[in-house]
């Protein structure tokens, strides 16, 4: 089983659309987590850390079930640049960062 | 710019050979990554410094692979006797110990023959 598992998608919705992508890990002492952007052919970057209490920023929201080890991304109002691959992070034993292998998302005019 | 810097960007390389591949991290962030990411999957943990100190060295590194980071600055990773499973995006990333955030580079793309 992998260390962090994703929906790989694709995720096809309109403009304006509310989509949520689900992540789960394997490692019940994992710390931290995250979510991280790639565009097509870019390097990855931080979109936003996801914190016990789940956290907003703009139209992004994380949560995060220890209890079921699952961290979700929650978009709202999606945008045509919202278009990426979103890889959940999870901050494994020591300080290694364990990716999943993403899942995308396609937004349409 | 000050980002972290990786080169060479591409590298065609005939089986058998070695290539070395070098990051130029952020300058003060104190971790500096490696990862290896092929198409449809995230990016996989190679291995990580803290300053020059090589921490964690993933599992799935074979011998064929070596990392150094000499001063605690730039980083080399190595691959000897190339293979067509090498053929990735080879990724470094730093970071500073206190946020743990990662920054990329653009990555060094290796195709082997």
Known sequence: RKEVEQDPGPFNVPEGATVAFNCTYSNSASQSFFWYRQDCRKEPKLLMSVYSSGNEDGRFTAQLNRASQYISLLIRDSKLSDSATYLCVVKSHGNKLVFGAGTILRVKS | ?113
């Open chain 2, 1 to 113: 710019d000050t980002g972290v810097s990786q080169n060479p960007r591409h590298k065609i390389t005939k089986r058998g050979q070695n290539v070395t591949f070098r990051c130029d991290p952020i300058s003060e962030h104190n971790r500096l990554y490696w990862y290896r990411q092929t198409l449809g999957q995230g990016p996989e943990f190679l291995t990580y410094f803290q300053n020059e100190a090589q921490l964690e060295k993933s599992r799935l590194l074979s011998d064929r692979f070596s990392a150094e980071r000499p001063k605690g600055s730039f980083s080399t990773l190595e691959i000897q006797r190339t293979e067509q499973g090498d053929s990735a995006m080879y990724l470094c990333a730093s970071s500073l110990a206190e946020t743990g955030e990662l920054f990329f580079g653009e990555g060094s793309r290796l195709t082997v023959l």
